[in-house]
């Protein structure tokens, strides 16, 4: 009961990386690298501004920002200094392990061990130590995609949406799709950054390395959800994220009940994303084949 607890909390807590990513990946239709080195630094962030003994809401936002920082030097790189989103994307990533290095004092690892979190607060202190996660995480969830559903609704919202359906139309129509990029590449790192305080705190560390693989995880949780539920209209795409995250964490669950290693997640990651991104290959292979033997049977 509480390893499933636990998944579920953790599946809340990851989900954050998902609506951070659904962002760019979806709307704006191009994956962002930028995030394997923005989740490190929102953990980095938080957990030096919670050393340094500041309020860890105040420091979790502190990474939001940081991670904001980010997306906005991508934004720039790409619009304004035209280089391709995934080599811009490649850079930001790399620069930021140095300033993850920098803003954690030159350390690779930074503990939390002793200092209070977003996890110690009085309400989740009362709960089961597997309970804080679900109850944070589902309150975190809750307000992000609100918020997210409520500014895609928005005209600022309905610029960005028609800036990844068609950039030329939304031009015609006054838009500047430069500053929508820019925007969504803030707002979907400070996102991840935000997400990767919370879960630093929760792990109750800061890794300079604890990025890799990142943008696999928050694409599993997009294409799990979206598989998993089928044709959804767009705010329930962002529900459906949430949930798909919460369906990855059982799937790595069950995988290490089957004797897996926890060094062997990232590899099993992959294999399952790969897996529900070619199932609607699997699915036409297999119409094809139905209408094929029903064309036969006809001529029979």
């Not at 838009?175 to 705190?201: E, R, W, Y």
């Not at 792990?203 to 997009?222: E, F, P, Q």
């Amino acid at each position: 009961m509480s390893l499933m607890v636990s998944a579920i909390g953790q599946g809340l807590l990851w989900a954050v990386l998902g609506v951070g990513l659904f962002l760019t990946f979806r709307i704006l239709d191009f994956a962002d690298m930028t995030v394997e080195g923005t989740f490190p630094l929102g953990a980095a962030t938080a957990v030096a501004a919670i050393s340094n003994g500041m309020n860890p809401i105040l420091a979790t936002l502190l990474a939001f920002i940081a991670g904001a920082a980010a997306g906005l030097i991508t934004g720039l790189l790409y619009t304004k200094g035209h280089i391709p989103i995934l080599l811009a994307g490649i850079l930001v990533m790399t620069a930021c392990y140095s300033v993850n290095l920098r803003v954690m004092s030159g350390r690779s690892n930074v503990s939390l061990l002793g200092k209070e979190t977003l996890f110690k607060s009085h309400f989740l202190a009362s709960l089961p130590h597997y309970f804080d996660s679900v109850v944070l995480g589902a309150g975190v969830m809750i307000i992000v995609t609100t918020l997210v559903i409520y500014f895609l609704q928005t005209e600022l919202g309905q610029g960005f949406i028609a800036t990844g359906d068609n950039q030329t139309m939304a031009r015609s129509l006054g838009i500047n799709t430069d500053n929508m990029k820019i925007m969504g590449l803030m707002v979907s790192n400070g996102l991840i950054a935000f997400g990767g305080a919370l879960v630093a705190q929760n792990n109750g560390y800061a890794d300079v390395n604890m990025g890799i693989g990142i943008i696999v995880i928050a694409l599993a949780s997009i294409i799990i959800g979206e598989v998993a539920f089928g044709d959804l209209t767009l705010n329930q795409r962002l529900v459906a994220v949430t949930l798909g995250s919460i369906l990855y964490r059982f799937v790595l669950l069950i995988v290490l009940k089957l004797g897996f290693n926890a060094t062997d997640l990232n590899l099993v990651s992959s294999v399952v994303l790969a897996l529900c991104m070619m199932l609607p290959v699997f699915k036409n292979v297999l119409n094809f084949k139905h209408i094929l033997k029903r064309g036969l049977d006809t001529n029979d």
